[in-house]
């Protein structure tokens, strides 16, 4: 960050990224504030009661942005890419749940959006930078002559899950300022230099309060709720209201025993659910695998894998299977491994190292050890 040059800086309207671009500023560096538009206005949603990064709120984002950057003194620019997003995001988010899995819009907005079609029409329109920073807490370190993302210095803040698919040529050219600091550090920054945001509530999720507009007029139904026999034991709204490991929105009436929700028949519009013990996993499988690091590919390596934001990374044996698949078995057994979501792989020092997205979990039976317990 200390060499003088010119750095363009996605802005959500929020906290992190004004502040992330403050501190360029300070730095010395020739600054522009970008932001993708990405609301067209023609979903049904509605703001719920919290903040969120798409939606009709977008409108006071953009102003947010341009006030932060009138304070600071620098240019700032917006780029539509509400059709990118609709497709890229929003289409993807609706074909995941329709067929039973557990999407990670964040993970696909940062990867095709954010550090893709923004940076990429940023420069189209004539705009020249040599840098691109986001407010993500994350770090980047060289290793084996490719630069790694790594965890930030801050662990309860840490978001290198959301943009694990960053790949190394791009992160050359990456900045990430809010690495080494906590939100209140951030916050502090903030109000020293009187940013309007200073004190502006985080972004709850993809989207505000009730996502099921989204499908409107799709194939969305209710269906049964069974057991692992194939028992109905009630009904469900819908299975894009579910995710793996889930017990609130189940009937209170499944019988005496807690009930979670084991996995998701998309084919037969079917929740099926079971004990909190059924839902741990020996191992997963995965596919879209990507390994960062050039010293573990093509091999099977050790490593910490996180399945979840919120997941404490666990030890594990990574074992590629061909093509871009991989198994992950795991040294002690993981709870609720949802089918959609990332598994993302660190060494002991924080540094990712690769990751894939999760195509099933594998239990004892799967792995030829066995009924399990």
């Known amino acids: ?41 023609r979903l049904p949603l509605v703001e719920g009661g919290g903040h969120a990064c798409y939606g009709p709120g977008e409108e006071s984002d ?17 780029v539509d890419l509400a059709a990118e997003y609709e497709e890229r995001v929003v289409g993807y988010f609706r074909s995941e749940y329709l067929a039973g899995r557990t999407p990670n819009p964040c993970v696909r907005c940062n990867a095709e959006l954010k550090f893709g079609f923004l940076v990429e029409r940023a420069r189209a329109s004539g705009l020249d930078f040599d840098a691109f920073a986001t407010g993500h807490y994350a770090r980047t370190v060289r290793r084996n002559g490719a630069v790694l ?11 290198t899950y959301f943009i694990w698919r ?14 080494e600091l906590d939100k209140e550090a951030v916050r ?12 502006k509530p985080e972004s709850q999720d ?39 490991g889930q017990r609130r929105g189940l009937m209170q009436s499944l ?51 996180r399945i979840r934001q919120n997941h404490k990374p666990a030890p594990a044996r990574v074992e590629p299977s061909g093509g871009d698949f991989v198994r992950v078995l795991f040294e002690t057994p993981q709870r609720a491994v949802a089918p959609g979501q990332s598994a993302v792989f660190y060494d002991t020092d924080g540094v990712l190292v690769g990751g894939a997205v999760i195509e099933r979990p594998l239990r004892a039976a799967d792995l030829g050890r066995g009924a399990e317990a």
């Open 1 to 41: 960050m200390n060499d003088l040059r010119r750095v363009a800086v996605g802005l959500s309207g929020g906290v992190d990224s004004a502040v992330a671009a403050a501190l360029l500023v300070e730095a010395g560096h020739e600054v522009t504030g970008l932001t993708m538009k990405t609301w067209s206005g």
């Open 62 to 78: 953009v102003a947010a942005c341009e006030a932060t950057c009138e304070r600071l003194g620098i240019p700032y620019r917006t």
């Open 149 to 159: 993302l790594r965890t930030a210095a801050f662990a309860q803040k840490d978001q």
């Open 166 to 179: 960053l790949e190394s040529a791009l992160l050359e050219n990456v900045i990430f300022p809010l690495g």
């Open 188 to 199: 502090a920054t903030a109000r020293r230099l009187g940013l309007e945001v200073a004190d």
């Open 206 to 244: 993809f989207v505000s309060g009730d996502y099921a507009p989204l499908f409107e007029g799709l194939p969305v139904g209710p269906g049964d709720i069974v057991d692992e026999a194939g028992a109905v034991l009630g009904r469900h709204r819908g299975i894009v209201h579910y995710t793996i």
């Open 255 to 305: 019988g005496p025993e807690p009930r979670y929700v084991m996995s998701i028949d998309a084919e037969r519009n079917r929740v099926v659910v079971s004990s909190d013990q059924r839902l741990f996993a020996e191992g997963l499988e995965g596919r879209e695998l990507l390994v960062h690091d050039p010293a573990l590919r093509g091999k099977s390596f050790d490593c910490l894998v």
